[in-house]
Structure formats: structure tokens, C-alpha cells
């Protein structure tokens, strides 16, 4: 099947990448000429482990190729996917669907054959609605499917979450989009990935209750880490504690410095719009932005505590190890480590940091922070270490050197990547997120 793949950021390009090794033959489209540029010289616009040689490898295959050409690029094809982003609104936080729009508009206007319009950009109820009314609009006689099919997929493991997902989710009650869909993704369920058809605004808030259930669970332990710091209490149990229990499980109950990233943030704030045009208020959505919002700064503060405090912490020097809102990627959209470098900065603090593939994208968000070439060249003369993203390289970081190179032996353990025994046994003082 020929599929067309509008929008090849971190979601299409992996998206569109994965359908080739299926065996489909995709045109991955962008507006970004740099970034087709790249891609045809075959040079990742970004990071994501594995994505390198399965692009390769499928354009060797002959069935993935890149333009910048819409019109070039969906034609023949029998699924179109738009991935474009959909960023916050400038001052409302309501989905900025401007690229989603003017996709709809242009595939409308170029379409020479029948075709199902797929949405895998997170988009908020009704957006597929409009999505139909604009290709109507544009006068196109060729029949035309739009389903939702939302992104699940996790940066970072996002070529397994793609090939192995929990569940893949498609919203229409066409039986052509079905029929077409099914296509897509029968390589998936011949390996029995769940397949949850359903109507297309009902599939549209999956994807948004999802994003914001499990915002809410990190949200939820790391205020629970606050009161296990004040009762002397360890938040690591606990999470084991209450994980073990098959109603709650495990995953999303790592204390740490606040959700980041690319979707989490938008996301929340969009359902909260939703919610709001509908007259019907999601409380406990509004409580988890408030808390996680305050939250990055306060870690900010966690880190000048341990330097004696604000008025103490003036001049003296931080090392911040992670600056990604997550390991394996280079993704810096919301990081908490912004937050974190800000309130350290404003301090007065001298901020010097390394990240294995975040520092060419955080360089422009923290100007002030000074951009190490290792982990030790960041520590070296440090009045506190702070670990922001678990990285694996920080996991094993050889303690004695830090010991040497540090001014001062503090470790801030933001993601409670250590033992607290095993640290303090060797004369640091070791403060973690709900640890005592
Ligand atoms: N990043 C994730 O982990 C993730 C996971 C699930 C869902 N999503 C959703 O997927 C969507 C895309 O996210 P992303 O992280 O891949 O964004 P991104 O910014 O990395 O990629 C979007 C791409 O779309 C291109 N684009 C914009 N307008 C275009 C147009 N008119 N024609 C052609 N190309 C155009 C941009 O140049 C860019 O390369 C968003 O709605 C996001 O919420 C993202």
C-alpha cells in the first residue's frame, strides 16, 4: 500500500519509518527543507536510538522515501497521515491546530485519487470534524475518509512502542477508513496488537485522557515524595508499595522533578480548554498543571537549599547531568531542567552542564548555563551536582572522582537514581526527591 506521512518530526518520521519496514511504500512529507534535505543525505534530524539504520535500511529497500513536494507526495496514496505538531496557543494553552488546517487544505486541493485522511497529530474532539469540512470545502470530488488514529508512542523507545504497541486506537465509522486502516497495521495484528475501532471523537479523547491519567500519576507520587520527606517516609517504597497492586501497577510512580516534554504539558492544557468550552470541568486535571507547574521551580529551590540557601548560594557553582525532560532523546520541549537552570541562575548561581544529546537544543533555552564536554568537566569545582535526567551514563558515575573534582561532595538526586546509603557512605551529602 502507498502511504503518505505529512509532518516528519519525531511521531512521522518514526511513524513513517516503521510502515516501510511493514513492507508499505512511504513518501515522508515535510515543509522543513533542511530537515528532507538531511534526511535524503541520510542524516537523522534528531535523536532517537534505532531510527538511523531503519531509515536507512527502507530507503535502501526502495520503500521510504522524503520530499518537500504535498502534491508528489500523496499521490497514488491510499492512507495520508498528517503528523504535523500541534503546539500550545500562545496565551490561551488551546491546541494551536494552524498546521493541521492548512494540511487538511492542501491535501484537499492536490487530491488526484480516493484516499483515507489519517489524524495521528494529537488534535482535540472535533478536529476530524473540521478536518472533513475543510477538504469539502476546497471542492474535492475524490472520495475521502478522515480517521483518527492517534500517536501512543513514547520518545526515546519509539520505534518498539510503534512495532509492539498496547493498543492501537482508530476512530471512524467509515468502512472504507476501516477497511484501509486495517490494512495499514495488518503486519501489527498478525502479532495480535489490540485494535480498538471506535467513532472519531471518542478516539480523540482517548489520547488526551490517556496523556492526562498519566500526568495525574506522576503528579500524584511526587506530591506523595513531599509528605514522605516531611513524615520520614521513602516515596521508592511506597511506590512499590502501591505499584505491586495490579489496579494501580507499577509504571509512572517515580518521584522526580515535574512532567515535561512534548506532549504531557500541551496536552493537559488543551483537554483543560476542551473542558472548559463544554461547561465541563476536569478538577483534578486543573490541580495536577497547578502543582506540576509549581513544582519545576521548587526543585530549582531544592538544589539552593542544598547550597545553604538563596542568600548563600550566590556565586557558588552548580553541575546540572541531564537537561532532556527525558533520557535517549535530544527532545527539550518543557524540560524541568529549565525551570531548574532559571531559578539557578536568578539565584545568581553559576550553572555548568552536560547532557549526552540535549546541549545544541538547551543551548538557546539556557544562554547563562555554560555547556560541558563531560559529566566530570561539568563537576569540576562544583559546589553541588545536581542529576535532572536519568540518563544511564549518570547511573554509574565513578563517585570518587566526582568526590576529587567537586568543591563541595552534594549530590541533588532529582530522579533518586542512587542509594542514599551508599552515597552518603562515602562522605557525600546525598538529598533525593521523598528519600528522607
Ligand atoms: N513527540 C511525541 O512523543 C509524540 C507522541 C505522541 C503524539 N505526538 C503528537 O504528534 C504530533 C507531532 O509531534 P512531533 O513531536 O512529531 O512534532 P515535530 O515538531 O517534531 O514535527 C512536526 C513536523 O511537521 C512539519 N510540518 C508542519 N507543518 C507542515 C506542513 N504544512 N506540511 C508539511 N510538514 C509540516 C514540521 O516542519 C515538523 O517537522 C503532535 O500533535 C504531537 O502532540 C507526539
Known amino acids: 500500500m502507498k502511504i503518505a506521512m505529512i509532518g516528519s518530526g519525531y511521531v512521522g518520521l518514526v511513524s513513517g519509518a516503521c510502515l516501510a519496514d511493514f513492507g508499505h511504500d512511504v513518501v515522508c512529507i515535510d515543509k522543513d527543507t533542511t530537515k528532507i534535505e538531511r534526511l535524503r543525505q541520510g542524516v537523522m534530524p534528531i535523536y532517537e536510538p534505532g531510527l538511523e539504520a531503519l531509515v536507512e535500511s527502507n530507503v ?8 518537500t513536494d504535498l502534491a508528489e507526495g500523496i499521490r497514488g496514496a491510499s492512507a495520508i497521515f498528517i503528523a504535523v505538531g ?30 483515507v485522511v489519517v489524524t495521528k497529530s494529537t488534535v482535540p474532539v472535533g478536529t476530524g470534524d473540521e478536518v472533513e469540512r475543510i477538504i469539502a470545502e476546497t471542492g474535492c470530488n475524490h472520495r475521502v475518509a478522515v480517521v483518527s488514529n492517534p500517536e501512543f508512542l513514547r520518545e526515546g523507545a519509539a520505534i518498539a512502542d510503534f512495532k509492539r504497541p498496547d493498543r492501537i486506537v482508530i476512530g471512524t465509522d467509515d468502512e472504507f477508513g476501516r477497511e484501509v486502516m486495517r490494512e495499514v497495521y495488518r503486519p501489527l495484528y498478525l502479532n495480535e496488537a489490540p ?9 480523540e479523547l482517548i489520547k488526551y485522557a490517556a496523556n492526562a491519567f498519566l500526568a495525574t500519576k506522576i503528579t500524584f507520587i511526587n506530591e506523595i515524595a513531599d509528605l514522605c520527606e516531611q513524615v520520614g517516609a521513602d516515596v521508592q517504597d511506597v511506590s512499590r508499595g502501591i505499584g505491586m497492586d495490579k489496579r494501580i501497577g507499577a509504571k509512572f510512580l517515580h518521584a522526580g522533578p515535574g512532567y515535561g516534554g512534548s506532549c504531557f504539558p500541551k496536552d493537559t492544557l488543551a483537554l483543560l480548554k476542551t473542558a472548559e468550552d463544554y461547561d465541563s470541568p476536569l478538577r483534578i486535571v486543573e490541580a495536577v498543571v497547578k502543582v506540576n507547574e509549581s513544582r519545576k521551580r521548587a526543585m530549582g529551590r531544592k538544589v539552593l537549599d542544598a547550597l545553604g540557601g538563596l542568600e548563600a548560594a550566590r556565586g557558588k557553582r552548580v553541575a546540572l547531568l541531564g537537561l532532556t525532560f527525558k ?4 527532545d527539550m520541549r518543557d524540560s524541568p531542567a529549565i525551570a531548574v537552570a532559571q531559578a539557578l541562575t536568578d539565584a545568581g548561581v553559576v550553572v555548568a552542564a552536560y547532557d549526552p544529546e540535549g546541549m545544541e537544543l538547551a543551548k538557546p533555552l539556557m544562554p547563562a548555563v555554560r555547556m560541558a564536554d563531560s559529566p566530570y568537566s561539568a563537576i569540576e569545582g562544583a559546589d553541588a551536582v545536581a542529576i535532572v535526567t536519568e540518563w544511564d551514563a549518570f547511573r554509574a558515575l565513578d563517585l570518587a572522582r566526582v568526590k576529587e573534582l567537586a568543591k563541595a561532595p552534594v549530590l541533588v538526586d532529582l530522579r533518586n537514581i542512587y542509594r542514599p546509603d551508599d552515597v552518603r557512605a562515602l562522605g557525600f551529602t546525598y538529598i533525593s526527591v521523598g528519600r528522607d
Not at 535502501?60 to 520530499?67: H, M, Y
Not at 496557543?89 to 485519487?113: I, K, P, Q, Y
Open 327 to 330: 533520557p535517549n532523546t535530544d
Open 86 to 115: 500541534t503546539p500550545s496557543r500562545r496565551g490561551d494553552g488551546h491546541a494551536d491546530l494552524s498546521f493541521v488546517h492548512a494540511v487538511a487544505r492542501e491535501v484537499g486541493e492536490t487530491l488526484e485519487n480516493d484516499a
Open 60 to 67: 535502501r529497500a526502495g520503500r521510504l522515501s522524503f520530499t
Open 195 to 203: 485494535i480498538l475501532f471506535t467513532d472519531r471523537r471518542t478516539s
